[in-house]
């Protein structure tokens, strides 16, 4: 794998945020079916472009996600990616669809979770929630907190990319991850992803996040650390190629 890349308060906050928002997201869109998990094959693959607005970096690159293999124990999932400040080829690990072993929650690291990250849980019903605390061995001995991830999932949206327009779950996500120091306090996540079930995939994200400087420097404020959107480009099931 290559990969480069040129306060509990707040989570009380983020907490509330998104206990109000996601109330909100449970009935946004309008109602349909439950999608199931997609049944994955050696060889699907889904091209996004990614566009990163966090100055100075303003950068856009296309991304490449691939099945690279399947059974019953185990899906794998090949990223490539390249860019002016994105150098990315990284291999993600899932149990199931949707449930990541090892992989990436928040840029282009790749870690492990104790436990999976449940970054979809099939079947997606619209009112579903789940909160997840998960330890990453290279933080298990850390002071700090634990990475939290608060899920909700909405209703259908209609969405239109460069790939086509979709009938897609509306998904609400917040995170507070694990990396708090003695000088600034957890990154916040705000994300929200459209879900396809005609793809097995999401179609469109929007991410943004940010931290804050512990004892009042940078005078408190934010700084941004992540506003990013990722459209899908286009979809090849293994079996149309």
Same mark, same amino acid.
């Given at each position: 794998?290559?990969?480069?890349?040129?306060?509990?308060?707040?989570?009380?906050?983020?907490?509330?945020?998104?206990?109000?928002?996601?109330?909100?997201?449970?009935?946004?869109?309008?109602?349909?079916?439950?999608?199931?998990?997609?049944?994955?094959?050696?060889?699907?693959?889904?091209?996004?472009?990614?566009?990163?607005?966090?100055?100075?970096?303003?950068?856009?690159?296309?991304?490449?996600?691939?099945?690279?293999?399947?059974? &019953?124990? @185990?899906?794998?999932?090949?990223?490539? +990616?390249?860019?002016? %400040? =994105?150098? /990315?080829?990284?291999? #993600?690990?899932?149990?199931?669809?949707?449930?990541?072993?090892?992989?990436?929650?928040?840029?282009?690291?790749?870690?492990?979770?104790?436990?999976?990250?449940?970054?979809?849980?099939?079947?997606?019903?619209?009112?579903?929630?789940?909160?997840?605390?998960?330890?990453? &061995?290279? @933080?298990?001995?850390?002071?700090?907190? +634990?990475?939290?991830? %608060? =899920?909700? /999932?909405?209703?259908? #949206?209609?969405?239109?990319?460069?790939?086509?327009?979709?009938?897609?779950?509306?998904?609400?996500?917040?995170?507070?991850?694990?990396?708090?120091?003695?000088?600034?306090?957890?990154?916040?996540?705000?994300?929200?992803?459209?879900?396809?079930?005609?793809?097995?995939?999401?179609?469109?994200?929007?991410?943004?996040?940010?931290?804050?400087?512990?004892?009042?420097?940078?005078?408190?404020?934010?700084?941004?650390?992540?506003?990013?959107?990722?459209?899908?480009?286009?979809?090849?099931?293994?079996?149309?190629?």
């Amino acid at each position: 794998m290559t990969c480069t890349r040129s306060g509990n308060g707040l989570w009380l906050v983020l907490i509330g945020m998104s206990l109000t928002m996601g109330g909100c997201a449970s009935t946004t869109g309008t109602p349909g079916p439950s999608a199931e998990a997609p049944v994955h094959r050696v060889g699907d693959r889904w091209v996004y472009r990614v566009q990163d607005r966090v100055p100075p970096r303003f950068d856009a690159w296309e991304e490449t996600h691939t099945i690279a293999t399947v059974s &019953p124990q @185990t899906i794998t999932l090949r990223v490539t +990616a390249k860019g002016a %400040s =994105v150098d /990315v080829d990284r291999t #993600e690990t899932w149990s199931i669809a949707g449930t990541v072993v090892e992989g990436a929650v928040f840029d282009v690291e790749t870690r492990r979770f104790d436990p999976p990250l449940l970054r979809l849980r099939f079947p997606l019903t619209g009112g579903d929630r789940w909160n997840q605390r998960m330890k990453a &061995p290279a @933080t298990s001995d850390s002071p700090y907190g +634990a990475l939290q991830r %608060s =899920v909700t /999932v909405g209703g259908y #949206e209609r969405v239109t990319t460069p790939a086509g327009t979709f009938d897609a779950i509306r998904i609400a996500i917040f995170m507070r991850l694990d990396d708090e120091t003695f000088w600034r306090w957890p990154t916040q996540c705000t994300y929200v992803a459209w879900y396809a079930p005609d793809v097995g995939a999401t179609v469109r994200e929007e991410k943004y996040a940010y931290y804050s400087e512990k004892g009042g420097q940078n005078g408190g404020g934010r700084l941004v650390s992540q506003q990013t959107t990722v459209e899908l480009i286009s979809f090849a099931p293994a079996r149309a190629r």
